[in-house]
DNA sequence: GCAGGAGATGTGAACGCTAACAAGAGAGTA
DNA sequence: TACTCTCTTGTTAGCGTTCACATCTCCTGC
């Protein structure tokens, strides 16, 4: 216990002295400055090896005033889509060679982004990416700390922050036309969480078609994403009459629908056929495999991580970017043409 | 562009000045220490508002050699079991004061794993916890800098480091009794891949139960966790006379399975019967609801923390500890009693 | 009325690194 | 030979905090 034996993780300048240099020289070294002799060189690098010797990058934060880190602010990591953004986010910055500071919200509101986005600023982190799908999140975006670029994933495109996201009403439009094209008199749908931008996006989409084809648009239902709501959903359809195809918000709830369906002794795709929203892993071996819109969570990860950078680099005179990734439509068992 | 033109944001000493007092005024005030007098402290707390002044933490890490930062490496943030385990992780370090650096490996191997914990290390992270089921991590963790704590999940017990884990042999045994109890003669049994320790664990479990009943042990099936690869097991299954009862190692593949098992007209649980493990949200509503066991991966999450934070506290006089959580069976329609 | 002590505040020096500048050595040129 | 130029290395001064210590003020008690 006593100071002189706790021994302290050797710095920049014990290796200097091992290697009968300056500190400079050893810092000159680590970033690769080109002025030094080769031979100096292969002496640091020994030094930093008998040592162990590991750069301490908090100290170098302090003075260049980076710290090669991002933060992501981000919620309920447990659902698939989240996930995946996350990951594609997380890989895509390290292959950047940005560390990822990760904060996961348990529930969304405008104090809980904030504080996030505080917390990060303190941090000092070069950039934030906010995966905030939610409507409430976008006021705390509104103001964000200006010194630190941001960009949001899914967000709401009203505010002055870049956007990446896929293009949700285009996956609609795909879904419903779908089942159109099979010969449905129209498509029911069973929505997600109303504070949801994706949810609305896939309305919108949705509503749009039905309208421009002068199809009646049936009564909205919705759900909060989980299989027990896609469930609940699923029993109040089977008991309307009329329902032929349903465009379920995501793929858990469309599970859920499934499960109704089939408890209930409807038929699928018989009797009605069912269309997702995600293409999770599990989907392609649902009873029936599900017909769904997939979406490229990697690719997400990644544009937000390109768009992120360039704002970085432009510094003050950046502008909003806003990028859209195309979903594709999966072909599976849970659709087939009407049969009056 | 003029160096005079780029303002940088306020530092304790602007506060210092725009308030009257000293820069270490100010820091006491920031860090709740008793002896300011109450009206410096408001003038204080005024100067930061008004100059929207906001404390830079890697200054404060230089000194105080702490960052308030723990590391989490883990690998494939997308599949449920990690996503939930580093979810609640996450959870419980920001309930603890810590941020949370990510790191998640693309593949797992011990360079990877070195790689990151180096990485993390030079980020001066408080600690690290390891999400690393993989045996081939283990090597990994056996020269870790000594100087930082780190805790593993689900990982190998056999190093210097402590351990959290879900009790995979006890949720293996869970399952087999229970089909045995039904009646079946023995239990097949689709593992996850060989590398994996929880899929060394279920093996175990298996084996061993149907060993102490003096059952028969079939041959072992096996895949990646993936819905395909229980497909594939399932087709083989169908086509292997007298298979009455499957454990198999996860929810996914469970699915798969069922898939295949309705495709070639066998009934779940008629003719055979099935249990899964993880309890994943959708399980409940799979074609028929499966039977299975659930990991608490939250309770995994938070005793990691608790772990980790004893053991920084401990600083150099630590044991290495071992938590083991406990796995809950969960029954539902995908298993039923045999019928010759 | 003054010693002693507690409370409030300030001063200087770290923390470990990089940036900016300085300086010495050697090569090339007139 | 002297002069410049380039290459290599060293020196010094921060970055924005906290820590250890010094100082000043005011109160208490004899």
Redesign the interface.
């Known amino acids: 216990m006593s100071p002189s034996l ?1 021994r302290r ?1 050797p710095v920049m300048a014990d290796v200097a002295t091992r290697a009968g240099v300056s500190h400079q020289t050893v810092s000159r070294v680590l970033n690769d400055h080109p002025n030094v002799r080769a031979e100096t060189r292969a002496r640091v690098l020994e030094a930093i090896n008998e040592l162990g010797y ?6 170098r ?2 003075v260049t005033r980076h ?1 090669r ?1 991002l933060g ?1 602010v981000s919620f ?3 659902l ?1 889509g989240p ?2 953004t ?2 594609g986010i ?2 895509a910055a ?1 292959a950047a060679g940005y ?6 919200l ?1 529930t969304i509101d405008t104090a809980g982004v904030r504080d996030a986005l ?2 990060l ?4 982190v070069d950039g934030i990416v906010v995966v905030a799908p939610q409507r409430s999140a976008a006021p705390a975006l509104a103001d964000v700390p200006t ?1 630190i670029p941001v960009v949001a994933v899914e967000g709401s495109h009203a505010g002055e922050v870049s956007v990446v996201s896929v293009d949700q009403i285009e996956g609609a439009r795909l879904a419903t036309r779908h089942l159109l094209d099979l010969g449905h008199e129209t498509v029911w749908h069973v929505a997600g969480p109303s504070d949801w931008l994706e949810a609305d996006g896939r309305i919108e989409g949705w509503s749009e078609v039905l309208t421009a084809e002068g199809r009646p648009v049936p009564e909205l239902l919705s759900g909060d994403w ?3 709501s ?2 609940e959903a699923g029993l109040r359809l089977a008991a309307t009459p009329g329902v032929t195809a349903v465009f379920v918000a995501n793929d ?1 709830m469309a ?2 629908a ?2 109704a369906f ?1 408890e209930l002794g409807v038929r699928v795709p018989e009797q009605i056929s069912i269309v997702g929203f995600d293409d999770i ?2 989907s ?4 029936p ?1 599900l017909t769904t819109i997939r979406q490229d969570f990697g690719a997400v990860g990644k544009y937000s991580i390109e768009v992120l950078l360039r704002q970085m680099e432009a510094g ?1 005179e950046w502008s909003h970017e806003r990028h859209v990734v195309p979903p594709r439509f999966v072909a599976r068992a849970s659709t087939a043409p009407f049969r009056a």
Chains 1, 2 share one sequence.
């Open positions: 706790e993780p590991r750069r301490n990058m908090v100290a934060a302090l710290t880190t992501v309920d990591t447990t698939y996930a995946s996350v990951y997380e890989q390290r560390f990822v500071s990760m904060v996961s348990k505080g917390y600023a303190e941090q000092s010194d989980s299989p027990r896609g469930y858990q599970l859920g499934l499960r089939a892993p599990e392609e071996f649902f009873t495999p003050a």
